[in-house]
């Protein structure tokens, strides 16, 4: 499976690449990531609950950083095994780009599962996939940005709207 998209963060790029290899941060954006440790230079392990279809599985897997150009690119690669369930893995290469309202996220992410998750077949394993990383990229916007419309702002001396991920930023 393999999808790409972008997104428009109002944010510099050197705020969204620092986002992008904080462990807290990943934690928080991954839907359903229950543990995230480690650090960019050594990669991350995780711990991810997920229900795909009638499939529910714990996953533990881990994730390396490579083609590291700060704040430019980076390329994510990873791989989970969920048991019985079956694995998941991939990689996705996420390039940065400074716009005049912030910066273009731009990524291409291509993913293998196998096991019980792959009798699923591909439609429900594809719309899984986009919606995971529609809700990954969603919640890594609203960290650094700040909640949407429809929720509380948090806003900085300019009245502008922080996330919580860039109000640690200062």
Do not use: H
């Amino acid at each position: 499976m393999q999808m790409s998209s972008e997104r428009e963060i109002a944010a510099p790029p050197e705020t969204v690449w620092a986002a992008l290899i904080d462990p807290e941060v990943l934690k928080a954006c991954v839907p359903g990531c229950e543990e995230m440790t480690g650090n960019p230079a050594d990669g991350f392990e995780a711990v991810v609950v997920q229900k795909v279809g009638p499939v529910k599985a714990t996953f533990k897997g881990a994730v390396t950083f490579s083609e590291m150009v700060e704040p430019e690119k980076l390329t994510l690669t990873g791989e989970g095994k969920g048991g019985p369930a079956g694995f998941a893995k991939g990689g996705a290469n996420v390039v940065l780009e400074p716009t005049e309202t912030g910066t273009k996220l731009t990524y291409d992410v291509e993913a293998k599962v196998g096991g019980k998750l792959a009798q699923l077949g591909s439609r429900v394993i594809d719309g899984f996939a986009k919606k995971m990383a529609d809700q990954f990229f969603e919640r890594f916007q609203n960290a650094i940005e700040g909640p949407s419309e429809a929720e509380p702002e948090a806003a900085d001396d300019a009245g502008n709207k922080k996330g919580w991920f860039a109000r640690l930023r200062g």
